[in-house]
C-alpha cells in the first residue's frame, strides 16, 4: 500500500523559505510523477508542480519564479522550496502520486503550513 | 490557459437522492478529466479518470460522462458518507488545473 507523509515546520515568517519533505513508503520514487499540491483554508485546490526521479521538473507558471521540487531516491524522499513567502502562502500542502498520465491517485494526509510573523 | 468551470458550487440534498455536478472544459480536451472526493479535514480522494472510469475501489453509485467539453459526476442513491466537496480536474496537459468545486450538503 502506497504511503505518502508530508513533514516540516507549520509555522513560516513572511519572506522566509517554506520547506517541506515528503517520504513514500510502498513504491519507490523512481516510478511515476511526485506532486505538491496546496489548499488555503476554505478554498479549492492548486496544482504546485512534479517531480521525475531523474530530476526532471515541471512547476505551476504562477510560482515558478519561487518554487524548486527536488528528490532523493535514497531516501525515497521528495521536498518542496517556496521561497518569499507571504500570507497567501498559507494552506493544506498535498504531496501526492501523480500516476504520469496527470490522475493523482495517492495523497498524503497534508499539512498545515501558516505564513505569519 | 483552459479552464474548468464547475457547477454548482454547492447543492443539498438528502440521502437516497441523485446528485449530477457538472464541469465544462474552455476548450476541447478530450475525455482526460478526473473527478476528486474530499471529505472535511482529509485528502481528496481519486474517483473517476478519462471522464468514466471508476477508480478501484470506488463504489457503482459513482459515475462519470462526457459530453463534448462537458463533464458530468453523478451519485445516484446518495450515502452519508458521500457528503463531501467534489472537484473535477483536467489531465490533458500541465500545469494541471481543477474546478472550483461542489460541496454536496444535507
Known amino acids: 500500500q502506497v504511503q505518502l507523509q508530508e513533514s516540516g515546520p507549520g509555522l513560516v515568517k513572511p519572506s522566509e523559505t517554506l520547506s517541506l519533505t515528503c517520504t513514500v513508503s510502498?513504491?519507490?520514487?523512481?516510478?511515476?510523477?511526485w506532486t505538491w499540491i496546496r489548499q488555503p483554508p476554505g478554498k479549492g485546490l492548486e496544482w504546485i508542480g512534479y517531480i521525475y526521479y531523474s530530476g526532471s521538473t515541471k512547476y505551476n507558471p504562477s510560482l515558478q519564479s519561487r518554487v524548486t521540487i527536488s528528490v532523493d531516491t535514497s531516501k525515497n524522499q521528495f521536498s518542496l522550496n517556496l521561497k518569499s513567502v507571504t500570507a497567501a502562502d498559507t494552506a493544506v500542502y498535498y504531496c501526492?502520486?501523480?500516476?504520469?498520465?496527470?490522475?493523482?491517485?495517492?495523497w498524503g494526509q497534508g499539512t498545515l503550513v501558516t505564513v505569519s510573523s | 490557459d483552459i479552464q474548468m468551470t464547475q457547477s454548482p458550487s454547492s447543492v443539498s440534498a438528502s440521502v437516497g437522492d441523485r446528485v449530477t455536478i457538472t464541469c465544462r472544459a474552455s476548450q476541447n480536451i478530450g475525455a482526460w478529466v478526473a473527478w476528486y472526493q474530499q471529505e472535511p479535514g482529509k485528502a481528496p480522494k481519486l474517483l473517476i479518470y478519462?471522464?468514466?472510469n471508476l477508480q478501484s475501489g470506488v463504489p457503482s453509485r459513482f459515475s462519470g460522462l462526457r459530453s463534448g467539453t462537458d463533464f458530468t459526476l453523478t451519485i445516484t442513491s446518495l450515502q452519508p458518507e458521500d457528503f463531501a466537496t467534489y472537484y473535477c480536474q483536467r489531465t490533458n496537459s500541465y500545469p494541471l488545473t481543477f474546478g472550483g468545486g461542489t460541496k454536496v450538503e444535507i
Open positions: 478519462a471522464a468514466s
Open positions: 510502498g513504491d519507490s520514487i523512481t516510478n511515476y510523477y
Open positions: 501526492a502520486r501523480d500516476n504520469s498520465f496527470g490522475m493523482i491517485d495517492h
